[in-house]
């Protein structure tokens, strides 16, 4: 991994913000993943790539997580934010 965000053990809050992602949409052992794959929640084919999802969100700041605008709707680009719980 090249990006810097996984260092032996240690991940990033960004890195991790990004594989919850993933593993609610796609993980069918995730707790979270009825409430989002099973629900057809996916994330965009340009997310699937850690790199990417960095390029578009950047770091993530204190305090906030990942957050859909739209509920409904899947993450991508214009669908996400970075917000307070």
Known sequence: IKHGHCSGNKRSKTYR??????????LMSSISYKRYG????????????F????????????GLTLDRINNNG????S???????
């Open 17 to 26: 913000a990004w594989r919850s992602m993933m593993d609610r949409c796609y």
């Open 74 to 77: 899947n993450y991508e680009p």
């Open 79 to 85: 669908n996400c934010r970075w917000a307070t719980y």
């Open 38 to 49: 099973a629900k057809g929640i996916a994330v965009c084919e340009r997310w699937h790539s």
């Open 51 to 62: 790199d990417n999802f960095f390029a578009d969100m950047g770091i993530s700041p204190n």
